[in-house]
């Protein structure tokens, strides 16, 4: 489900391939992640530009993904849309992830801190 | 396999023909059963358990595509299986038969052998629907006490949430809960905390089903009086619910999946209508003054089980005589129409700003009710809880 394109030999990005990331599809999403990060991928910016809704599910799983990246590298959210946007503040992921308007920032901002 | 008990109905007026294919079927094994007409045929088919008629075409009464039409009619709890002798090969008879539910064919004074392996074909497709049959009724009856299961289970959750037919403290509170599926993955409690102070929670475990309502009774049942009182209150009365939110975060980060859930929680004074909340992941819940304006309540917070060093703060809100605070879990705001529109926050605070006209009591029903409305008669895909918690006036 997830489409990943190499920003650089160091930073992928990965849009979610999917409208709503929720029960249905959150570990299918999770796991296809997981697969990234094991086979070495480690600065990673999920585009939520297409998904226009995030429940708690989807939510548990992005944080999952993250625990799993851990000192490796980074993980970063870009193109969050006002309902997704809600779910993050409400939950104060503002505070764990850190969030770009739109995937070209969060590409240029990783690569310069690389 | 031949199963020698069998039984054959033989339906045919030519007596010759009849004890001739009589005598046939006895001698492979099975019981014949003779019938001079299709309607003594019929009365057998419902009186006995036989599942193979022979039939000729013509008969008097009642012929041999009225019976097999008379057969499929019949309310039965095993399928017949029909053969049909005839005289010729006549497309246009065969045709008829065919749609009157004949399943086979053999010619008048064919070979022993052709009628042997036309029983067999017969007995082998009994054999098979009475093994789909079995199945089915092993699944079934699994299936109905899967069901039995998770009605007992709903039944022991629902009676862990409050009874709330009373007013506690001079708190009037109501609430629904609808769960998406049989058993929920939401929970919620009000109760007494010391003479003054009425503490309350709600809880949401992310996703629903089976698995997030285990997690939820478990909450239901840690989150006592007698645990919130410990947890939220200081020694000398002080409200601190966030601490209580850090202890349960704490105990539920331990584990590794991805469970986690959010909460609401306070405890309001019923002397100086002073509440203290701490707000984790939950959606904002509505304060709603006596002149109908309404206030979501806090700005966010992280929520339980899923950051094991996440820090929680306590807020705080002036709760007035006659102000009512409505607490919906995300499943009314998320709540889609069937054109995929949420139900969102502004429609449900126009619901709560009604609060000081309709009363408390009835707030969680009109939201459930605008709810259903909104997904045309859909069953909601998360679990649902609203409560209403108003001030009334202390004598």
Redesign the interface.
Known sequence: MIYTTEYSSEITIIRPGVERLT?VNAKAF?DEMTALIDDGSAHLIVDFKDVT?L???G???L??ILKRVGNRGDLAVSGLRP?VEQMF????MDR?FTIYNDVETAAQTMSESL | MLAPSLKIIVAEDDEIQQLYLCALINGLGYESVPAEDGIAALDLVRQTDAQIVITGLQMPNLDGIGLTRQIRGLDLDHYVHVIMLTGTDDNEVRNEALLAGVDDFMTKGGSTAILKTRIRTATRLINHASELADRTRVLKAYNERIQEDLRAAAAAQRQLLPKLQDDIMGFRVASAFVPSAIVSGDMFGCFALSPDKLGFYAV?V???GVHASLLSVAIGHLVTPEYFCTKALHNNDAPDPAAMVAELNTRFSASEN???F?MFCGVIDKVSGRLDYC?A????PFYVNQSGIAEAIG?????VG??SS?SYENGVHQFDVDGTLIICS?AAS?AENPKCQ?FGNERLRTIAETSPRIGAQDIPNKIVHALTEWRSGQPLE?DLTIVAIERKNIE
């Open positions: 029960a999770k809704f429940d708690s599910s939510l548990g799983a944080v999952g309902d503040r409400i939950c104060r764990v | 949401d992310s996703g629903h991805d469970d986690y959010t707000q992941g939950y959606p904002s700005d966010g917070g992280f929520p899923m950051i996440a995300d998320e949420p998360d």
